[in-house]
């Protein structure tokens, strides 16, 4: 399976709210972006590309 690279200007919206850290994973479970401390709470993440 090929991947595609995105990349997609946040404008400020690139930390988590809840821990006010940058956001550098996306949850698979939960369907959307998280920082480290959610990622190792949460489940099934993966790594952002910058």
């Known amino acids: ?4 690279a ?10 988590c709210l809840e821990h ?3 956001i550098e994973y996306y949850c698979e ?3 959307e972006l998280c920082c480290t401390t959610c ?3 949460n489940g ?6 910058k």
């Open 1 to 4: 399976m090929n991947s595609l």
């Open 6 to 15: 995105l990349v997609v200007e946040m404008k400020g919206m690139d930390v």
């Open 20 to 22: 006010g850290k940058e």
């Open 29 to 31: 479970d939960h369907t």
């Open 39 to 41: 990622a190792f709470k």
């Open 44 to 49: 099934s993440v993966q790594v952002l590309m």
